[in-house]
């Protein structure tokens, strides 16, 4: 379990105001600088679920190309959702 503690990313749900216009619709961002995943909060629980999945690939391989990210995280999101996995 430890080996892997150093993959896990900050988890804060919100985009500063201060990042300015580039982020101002981001859904997420991961922050490589201090390992953060930022994630805008949502109505639509299972599309901020699939910004968490996204944010946390890149969190762990960057090299992962944004479109297969995408698919990743689609598909993983909407496994963990039809498994009934909620935030809560
Ligand atoms: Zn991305």
């Given at each position: 379990m430890a080996k892997y503690t150093p993959l896990i990313p900050h988890i804060v749900m919100d985009i500063p105001a201060?990042?300015?216009?580039?982020?101002?619709?981001?859904r997420g961002v991961y922050d490589p600088d201090t390992r953060t995943v930022h994630v805008r909060p949502t109505s639509d629980k299972l599309d901020e679920l699939d910004t968490f999945v996204h944010e946390a690939i890149h969190s762990v391989n960057?090299?992962?190309s944004e479109e297969e990210t995408e698919e990743l995280a689609y598909i993983i999101a909407r496994v963990l959702w039809k498994a009934k996995y909620r935030k809560i």
């Open positions: 201060s990042w300015g216009k580039e982020y101002s619709t981001a960057p090299k992962i």
